[in-house]
């Protein structure tokens, strides 16, 4: 079976600095990891993926996500964040070999203070 | 301009009344899917389709109905007999590759008078 955990629903970070929400997941085989971002009365926008190669994966408007197989990890950063970046992020994951949709997280809501 | 469309924005169930949303896709996506979102609890499967007349219960199908007779569409009904259906729906679409990303509308927000 495949979960996604997002162990903080609310994250608070001062514009300027950098951001991580964070993500693990639990895949019996290998994972396809995505990032997505809501804003209020929106559907969800892609943001990035992870299929395989280089852990470190640039997305849209300056996100970036770091793949950690051995901590079953894909953490969302950001290095400078902006007020405009205050949303709903959901991480997903899917096994490589299942033919199964995408299993999404709870979801964290960042909110980036000017 | 290609993408997803959800309508209506807004709607309003009365009781035992079934209603449907409508979704549509213009992105030559062979899969489709449908999604409930409550606050707090992530968005959850309620059926998705992989290919035209074939679809799959998610996991909160009970009260659902779908139908999947045109690759472009993918309504959804909710019928009486789901009792608590106040919630924001969430259509999306994909490629049929599991590395593709899902693309999403902007949703329905479904309430009860």
């Known amino acids: 079976a495949q979960s996604v955990a997002q162990p903080e629903d609310q994250v608070n970070v001062a514009e300027g600095n950098p951001l991580t929400v964070k993500c693990t997941y639990s895949?019996?085989?290998?994972?396809?990891l995505f990032w997505y971002v809501q804003y209020p009365n929106r559907g969800l926008q892609f943001l990035l993926k992870?299929?395989?190669?280089?852990?470190l994966v640039k997305g849209s408007y300056g996100f970036e996500a770091e793949f950690n197989k051995s901590q079953t990890s894909f953490h969302l950063k950001k290095p400078s964040a902006l007020v405009s970046d205050s949303a709903l992020y959901f991480c997903a994951v899917r096994d490589v070999k299942g033919n199964t949709p995408l299993v999404f997280g709870k979801g964290t809501r960042l909110s980036v203070i000017a | 301009d290609g993408g997803i469309t959800q309508s209506p924005k807004y709607l309003f169930r009365k009781e035992g009344q079934n209603v449907t949303l409508s979704c549509e896709q213009n992105l030559n996506h062979d899969a489709m899917y449908w999604y409930r979102q409550d606050p707090g609890q992530g968005l959850r499967l309620i059926y998705y389709s992989q290919i035209v007349n074939d679809f799959q219960k998610g996991d909160i199908a009970e009260g659902y109905s779908v139908s999947r007779e045109k690759k472009e569409s993918f309504p959804l009904t909710v019928t009486s007999a789901q009792k608590n259906p106040t919630a924001f729906y969430l259509c999306?679409?994909?490629?049929?590759?599991?590395?593709?990303?899902?693309?999403f509308g902007d949703g329905t927000r479904l309430s009860i008078l």
């Open positions: 992870y299929i395989t190669g280089d852990n």
């Open positions: 999306a679409s994909s490629l049929r590759q599991e590395h593709q990303p899902q693309h």
């Open positions: 895949v019996s085989g290998n994972p396809y």
